[in-house]
């Protein structure tokens, strides 16, 4: 593909319930990262993936959220019991090999709503 | 503490003005240093980035930026700004520590552009 995908653009949920975020990377790259970018804010960073491994969670707020790649390439993030602090443009990024001086090719985010 | 500040919020310039963004940086080491560009319902997009060597920085649309070491900044500079640039824009470090593949964002720069 032309560059990273996310899916669904817009999400609405009611507090309580379980959301489950897309991204399709660039093709053939390798590492794979979250971010949280809450409004007037910049992205922090949430996890990392190196193919199928998730090296880092360091930034996941709570033990609510989840994410995975099983085969190396979509990833998918999950958040259960959403609550209102959950409300956030969620991104998506890739690169190719996972250097910290990589370029990190961002998705257009996908924008969640907790009401 | 370890941080990314861009101490402008918003900035307004005129359509032909020269523009300079500030970012200072708070680590001990020298990160890698990125500035991203997003605009509305986009994703972010890398204007240019700094790892090592010569200390001015051409990147894409015009953008350069310079990094200081002794002021621990990496500011963005264009010399006329266009009306497509209206944006937000993101100063980002990375290379730090046991996060050296994910990014550290500062709260971002709102640019605006009257004719």
């Known amino acids: 593909g032309a560059g990273v995908s996310q899916s669904p653009r817009y999400k609405v949920a009611k507090r309580g319930q379980d959301v489950a975020l897309r991204c399709d990377p660039i093709?053939?790259?390798?590492?794979l990262f979250w971010y949280q970018q809450a409004l007037g804010q910049g992205p922090e960073f949430l996890t990392y993936f190196q193919n199928e491994a998730q090296l880092d969670k360091s930034g996941l707020p709570s033990d609510r959220f989840f994410a995975e790649r099983p085969e190396g390439s979509v990833s998918t993030l999950k958040i259960q019991r959403t609550q209102q602090e959950d409300s956030a443009v969620y991104l998506c990024?890739?690169?190719?090999?996972?250097?910290?001086?990589?370029?990190?090719?961002f998705g257009p985010g996908t924008r969640l709503t907790v009401l | 503490a370890q941080s990314v500040t861009q101490p402008d919020i918003h900035i307004t310039v005129s359509e032909g003005a020269s523009l300079e963004l500030r970012c200072n940086y708070s680590?001990?080491?020298?990160?890698?240093l990125f500035w991203y560009v997003q605009s509305p319902g986009q994703g972010l997009q890398l204007l240019l980035k700094?790892?090592?060597?010569?200390?001015l920085v051409q990147g894409i649309k015009g953008f350069e930026a310079e990094f200081k070491r002794s002021q621990s900044s990496f500011n963005l500079r264009k010399p006329s700004v266009h009306w497509s640039d209206a944006a937000e824009y993101f100063c980002?470090?990375?290379?730090?520590?046991?996060?050296?593949?994910?990014?550290?964002f500062g709260t971002g720069t709102r640019l605006t552009v009257i004719p």
């Open positions: 700094y790892f090592s060597g010569d200390t």
């Open positions: 980002a470090v990375g290379g730090i520590g046991t996060g050296a593949n994910n990014l550290f």
């Open positions: 990024a890739s690169s190719l090999a996972g250097a910290g001086t990589d370029t990190q090719y």
């Open positions: 093709s053939g790259h390798v590492s």
């Open positions: 680590y001990g080491a020298t990160p890698y």
